[in-house]
């Protein structure tokens, strides 16, 4: 069995001796790494509980498949190119030989700063090489790590240093993206008002801003590299220790910290990227999320390492200095293949085609998607103006909690259909479901996606709280995984997925809960109770509409909307702003208290004849009052 299938015939024996051997199958794959000791046994699992191990018994340390092993033929070939924010600063090529260098070397820093294999380490930092750095260093010594996404308030970092009981912070003095500064240490130093178990902190000297340290507790990254030896040896590891916890939203309460362990994740990330993509060795591969979600874990920092790629790194944003800039960077580092999210397609659609004329784009030969539904209109401006026609798109549908992708296309070998992610990746087992939790088999039929049958990079469980893991994703239905997602799968057996089933909004590829910005508007003490719900947007895929209720002191109603939104961005970021936010005087709720989402969502499209049974809310004619203010 070959590790990168060529041809759709290929796709075809490889899945269904995938699914009739997993075992035999996820071996074979797994045979192509290096191991400290082999696996006693491949699988062991069971989804009630829920129990996932694969490669049990098995001894490794991930970095070496990243780097190590790669020195003896992929020394002098670049690992990282990296486009700063600023097109006028000079880019930095790392080989890997390079980056081998500077993880064992940061890992020495790590050591002697205190940090012990299982100790768990967040990193808030800028998109620079030093962030890919600090991952592995982690990963190198066995700590293990958690990445926020720097656009987070100081609240959601505090929330998850103390949730993870974090012992270090890893960050930088400050970042430019765009023209706007984001001061990240002194973010840090607000969130560690609120935590104790911070020992360390250190910075990285990203653009020289004034920056107040610790003596106590703060070190800066250059002086600790200079001190440290060059040399460390890698941990060896258990294939089910954790690798990584991150951090990701659901429909109720506070995000989850979904944790992903190092044998099973480190398979499953190599062999989608180098599946899915296609990678050939000297490509140029370009993922344009941010190292703080998931897709950027595993398509800019573990997948293409552990595939030997070159990937480009992006520390900017598309609209900076215009909204040419994706395309200058494509143009100028000569990428192959560009991944990027449905929301930056939408927006550099919007500002228009001069921004792409007169930039060469010859050298993409692949194009992906990922994080939202792709609409049409999206996928056929990018097809055109970006591929040319002659590029596949891959429509990758996953997340945080699979590790990889788990529906696409192989890129040039799978039909593509716009907006259908098309077929599962050998070894996934989807089902679709009715609400009775029957599988619905055959073609031409709709209803929520489940995965009936482990793959290495399901999610072991959320930190600290497994009956959260269990009752999140194995309680829905019986016996299998449930992805939150609705899904078609049409008459020729190709899978489109249809959004969230929940209450989990996407808003511009971020994933959100509602109850998390819900629970940020209510600590305003005008605020009473609030309702959130998505509305389309042409741009972010998804905007937030908030329904407050707020107290009879309320004079000033412009005033609370502004002091609201100022609210959401202090508690999550200043991504979770609402974009409209309507005063009422009351939500629709069931005669148990549930509120009916279904009819403010109907509301915040404009749609308010056809509300559906209203009948058994408590109070029906609050509907028809919320409905003549939209009018
Ligand atoms: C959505 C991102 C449609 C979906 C990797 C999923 C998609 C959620 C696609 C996970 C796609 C992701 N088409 N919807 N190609 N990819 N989604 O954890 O709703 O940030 O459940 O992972 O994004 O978001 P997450």
Known sequence: MNYQIKSIEEYKE?????????????????????????????????????????????????????LDRHLEKLKDKTAIIWEPNNPE??????????????????????????????????????MIPELTV????????????????????????ADRIVDAQCSMVITADGVYRGNKLIALKNIVDEALR???????????????????????????????FEKADKICAAEIMDAEDM????????????????????????????????????????????????????????????????????????????TYPDAGRLWQVVEKHKVNTLYTAPTAIRSLMQAGIEFVNGKNLDTLKKLGSVGEPINEEAWHWYNTNIGKGKCPIVDTWW?????????????????????????????????IVNTQGEELKGNDVSGDLCIKFPWPGILRTTYGNHERCRTNYFATYKNMYYT?????????????????????????????????????????????ESAVVAFPHNIKGQGIYAFVICSNETKDFEK????????????IGSFAKPERIQFVNGLPKTRSGKIMRRILRKIAVGETENLGDTTTLLDPAIVEEICKVIL
């Open 243 to 318: 690798l990584f916890i991150l951090y990701t939203s659901g429909s109720t309460g506070k995000p989850k910290g979904v944790v992903h362990t190092i044998a099973g994740y480190m398979v499953f990330a190599s062999y989608t990227f180098a599946n899915v993509f296609q990678y050939e060795s000297n490509e140029i591969f370009f993922c344009t999320a941010d190292i703080g979600w998931v897709t950027g874990h595993t398509y800019i920092v573990y997948g293409p390492l552990l595939t030997g790629a070159t990937c480009l790194m992006f520390e900017g944003i598309p």
């Open 399 to 431: 997340q945080t909690e699979t590790g990889g992708i788990m529906i696409s296309p192989l890129a040039g070998i799978t039909p593509t259909i716009p907006s259908f992610a098309m077929l599962p990746l050998p070894g996934i087992q989807l089902a």
């Open 194 to 224: 609120n935590c104790n178990t911070i020992k360390k902190v250190i910075v990285y000297k990203r653009i020289g801003n004034n920056v107040v340290m610790n003596n106590e507790t703060d070190v800066w990254w250059h002086d600790e």
């Open 484 to 528: 939150g997602d609705g899904c078609i799968r049409d008459i020729n057996g190709y899978y489109r997925i249809t959004g969230r089933a929940d209450d989990v909004l996407k808003v511009s590829g971020h994933r959100i809960g509602t109850a998390e910005v819900e629970n940020a508007i209510d600590l305003h003490h005008n605020v009473i």
């Open 560 to 571: 609370l909307k502004s002091e609201i939104t100022n609210l959401v961005s202090e508690e």
């Open 89 to 126: 600063e000079k880019t930095r090529n790392i080989t890997y030989g390079e980056l081998h260098k500077d993880v064992c070397r940061f890992a020495n820093v790590l050591k002697n700063n205190g940090v012990k294999k299982g100790d768990r380490i967040c990193i808030y930092m800028p």
């Open 134 to 157: 600090a991952i592995l260093a982690c990963a190198r010594i066995g700590a293990i790590h958690s990445v926020v996404f720097g656009g987070f308030s100081s609240k959601s970092i």
């Open 14 to 66: 490889t899945y269904k001796y995938s699914i009739e051997n997993p075992e035999e199958f996820w071996a074979e794959i797994a045979n192509n790494f290096i191991w400290h000791k082999k696996w006693d046994k491949v699988l062991e699992w069971n989804f009630t509980e829920p129990k996932v191990e694969w490669y049990k018994g098995a001894k490794l340390n991930i970095t070496e498949n990243c």
